[in-house]
């Protein structure tokens, strides 16, 4: 892998891309917008915000950072392969889950986010080195998928 001073360039990128949502998220009106979006699409409706337009953009931005995120598959891989990102989306929904977004909308933040990504990887590393099949991997981040959502729901439930 190719690093600057020691730190491999994915985790630079992660760390500054990370740094820069935060601040969209905490700092912008956009920002507020997609939370508001995400929390209540009617009311954001009735409040003036055009929902159409924040959910575009929202697609362009998941589309520029997954366009990123298969180069650098791609280059950690040395190869390009249609199947090299697969259950990968089952990884980024159980991280945000696990970290505190409600998957009702509107709940959640970046730094729940980093949490829930960073115990995703030490299960699928500590997995992946005790050597277990990824069969029985996927079994078990489905299961705490689902006992973070079970979570979620007592919690949403008790409000």
Same mark, same amino acid.
Not at 66 to 73: D, P, S, T
Not at 131 to 157: C, E, P, R
């Given at each position: ?53 924040? =959910? ?10 997954? !366009? +990123?995120? &298969?180069? $650098?598959?791609? *280059?950690? @891989? ?22 505190? =977004? ?10 729940? !986010? +980093?949490? &829930?990504? $960073?115990?995703? *990887?030490? @299960? ?36």
């Amino acid at each position: 892998m190719i690093s600057y001073n020691g730190i491999p360039v994915p985790v630079l990128l992660f760390i500054i891309s990370v740094v820069i949502f935060v601040m969209i998220c905490e700092k912008t009106r956009f920002g507020r917008r997609v939370f508001a979006v995400g929390g209540n699409l009617e009311a954001a409706k009735l409040s003036g915000i055009n929902t159409q337009k924040i =959910a575009m953009q929202l697609f362009v931005i998941s589309g520029v950072l997954c !366009a +990123v995120g &298969g180069v $650098l598959l791609a *280059s950690r @891989l040395d190869g390009a392969v249609g199947t090299a990102g697969q259950q990968y989306e089952t990884d980024a929904i159980s991280a945000c889950v696990i970290g505190g =977004a409600s998957l009702s909308g509107g709940k959640g933040s970046i730094s729940g !986010a +980093v949490v &829930g990504i $960073l115990i995703i *990887s030490i @299960l699928t590393n500590g997995m992946s080195l005790l050597n277990y099949s990824t069969y029985y991997q996927y079994v078990v981040k489905g299961l705490v998928l689902i006992l973070a959502v079970w979570f979620d729901m007592v919690a949403h439930k008790n409000r």
